[in-house]
């Protein structure tokens, strides 16, 4: 593998940056640096110039509103973006551009990508992901909401929890039984479903912040069209698996420069307290080096593999697994280096590296101590790490199988 980029990127990338450079205020600090209200300004603005210069999708076929170019210039987008602390799209763009959009290109029909994939681009369909379920969170193969079929529409009934910023979204894909005789994995469909109907119900789910990012949502004899089956019918197993891979591994590249951002911050933090010439944090930082060139060369090997025509697999839970075991790890240090000042919530802007803010600027004006606490979350959201562990196992190495009733992937279980 070579890790250089061709002459060809290189040009694209001087393009993406004298973009930037006219679009962004000289004193462009990143969206985390902007209040509530004008965060959510600057994201409405920047994604009408996004799309208004076609940078949205780049890779998209031009047929469907894409800018018809590689995997290499949305990685180059991607990583400018990162590094200047810009969103790639509106916050909703995570699941609709970077998730359903990708898989429809794969699974869909002609007709539903020449319906959906335009809407999507424009922001006139806002999608959320029906996934999880209060039974069915690490066992997605055990999901119990039904669709059956009525005539020329599927009636849903069922629960998805877990569904975040589903309070925005106007569909919803949705991970539904429709066969219940058969076994799990064969029984399932993957639909899309419109939200603004009475038969959808969107309960929030406050945390112990007062946020509210997540939501119950209920099905109750809701309907959608009958060729909004994606995959064909009782075959949603393998389009499950096809858009986690594409959400697992859709920061490839990015995610490295994110991270080696942090880090550098965390040794700015270090130096100045003196904490570099302890052993032991010398040696915790030394680890955390090469765990980010290793996401760095990883990221390189994906990208790679994208321009050989593969799609992103079950190898996309090595990288989930690396990045959310990391950052645990670099915040635990971090705050460990701060000591008592790490209970106060205030200091430098860190980055967050959860997957919330992939569609935001990587750097947020958070307290470190706050960023550590969110970290947490990393080895449960996108699924677990014994999901992921369990996954690399028997689908990458082909080790023999665990003695259990299914062995399919996780889910995102804050989906």
């Known amino acids: 593998m070579d890790p250089r980029y061709s002459a060809e990127a290189e040009a694209y990338r001087q393009k993406i940056q004298a973009f930037l450079a006219e679009h962004l205020p000289a004193s462009w600090e990143g969206v985390g640096a902007l209040s509530p209200e004008g965060r959510s ?23 469907y509103g894409g800018a018809g170019l590689s995997a290499i210039e949305q990685t180059i987008i991607n990583e400018e973006f990162t590094r200047a602390g810009v969103p790639t799209g509106a916050p909703n763009d995570g699941f609709g551009i970077g998730m359903i959009g990708p898989t429809l290109m794969v699974w869909g029909t002609e007709s539903q990508k020449r319906h959906f994939i335009p809407r999507i681009l424009s922001g006139e369909d806002v999608w959320c992901q029906g996934y999880s379920e209060p039974g069915a969170g690490s066992d997605l193969a055990n999901v119990g909401t039904r669709a059956a079929l009525d005539g020329d529409e599927w009636v849903l009934n069922g629960q998805k929890i877990w569904t975040s910023n589903a309070q925005y979204a106007n569909w919803i894909f949705v991970v539904t039984r429709t066969s219940p005789e058969l076994q799990k994995h064969a029984g399932i469909s993957f639909l899309l479903c419109p939200m603004d109907q009475p038969g959808i119900d969107v309960r929030p789910i406050i945390n112990i912040a007062r946020g509210h990012e997540f939501n119950e949502v209920f099905f109750t004899d809701a309907r959608t069209a009958k060729d909004n089956v994606v995959g064909q019918v009782d075959n949603g197993w393998a389009v499950t698996n096809t858009l986690l891979g594409f959400e697992r591994g859709g920061r490839a590249t990015s995610l490295s420069i994110t991270y080696r951002e942090e880090l550098n911050l965390l040794l700015d933090v270090a130096r ?7 052993p032991r944090v010398r040696q915790e930082l030394a680890w955390c080096h090469s765990k980010v060139e290793i996401m760095r060369y990883f990221g390189m090997r994906t990208v790679s593999s994208v321009l050989a025509g593969e799609r992103p697999g079950p190898e996309s839970s090595l990288l989930k697994l690396l990045w959310s075991e990391y950052h645990q790890r670099v915040t635990q240090l971090a705050l460990d280096v701060l000591g008592p000042e790490a209970l106060v919530m205030s200091g430098r802007p860190a980055a967050s590296g959860i997957a919330g803010d992939a569609v935001g600027a990587p750097f947020s004006a958070r307290s470190w101590n706050e960023v550590a606490m969110r970290a947490r979350s990393g080895t449960i959201y996108a699924g677990t790490s ?4 369990n996954i690399i196992g028997e689908r990458v190495l082909g080790l023999p199988k665990e003695p259990r009733a299914d062995d399919g992937p996780c889910n995102e279980s804050r989906r």
């Open 272 to 278: 100045a307290r003196g904490a570099t010439t302890d």
């Open 41 to 63: 300004q600057f994201v409405a603005e920047w994604r009408r110039a996004l799309a208004e210069n076609q940078l949205l999708a780049v890779s998209w076929p031009v047929e």
């Open 386 to 389: 014994q999901v992921q562990r």
